[in-house]
């Protein structure tokens, strides 16, 4: 069973800059595609952002280009989110995802197999 870990989350004040954290204790990242995903109360799931395992592309939802940045450490065998310039909208639990899939990642939850458990933002102050 592949397990991933999210951490990083908690209150942050408006215009703060948390990184998330995901990380997988018992398998290797290095070629398995990573999407964020973030779902708010009230609201569907949003794709938040994706970087492929092919040749480490990266895309952003409009509502977070600019201000976040996924990377990924393979070293580490994690992959990050750093927000940047968060606002009350960005209050949600966010997940991360993978599959196993050498090519292009794209912002679709379908596209995804695993799962963490998710993180709560809360952007307030």
């Known amino acids: 069973q592949v397990q991933l870990v999210e951490s990083g989350g908690g209150l942050v004040q408006p215009g703060g800059s948390p990184r998330l954290s995901c990380a997988a204790p018992?398998?290797?990242?290095?070629?398995?595609?990573i999407g964020w995903f973030r779902q708010a109360p009230g609201k569907e799931r949003e794709g938040v952002s994706c970087?492929?395992?092919?040749?480490?592309?990266?895309y952003y939802a409009d509502s977070v280009k600019g201000r976040f940045t996924i990377s990924r450490d393979n070293a580490k065998n994690t992959v990050y989110l750093q927000m940047n310039s968060l606002k009350p909208e960005d209050t949600a639990v966010y997940y991360c995802?993978?599959?196993?899939?050498?090519?292009?990642?794209?912002?679709?939850?379908?596209?995804?197999?695993?799962w963490g458990l998710g993180t709560q933002v809360t952007v307030s102050s």
């Open positions: 970087i492929s395992s092919s040749d480490g592309s990266t």
């Open positions: 995802a993978a599959v196993l899939k050498f090519r292009r990642c794209v912002l679709s939850g379908s596209w995804y197999d695993y």
């Open positions: 018992k398998f290797t990242l290095d070629y398995y595609a």
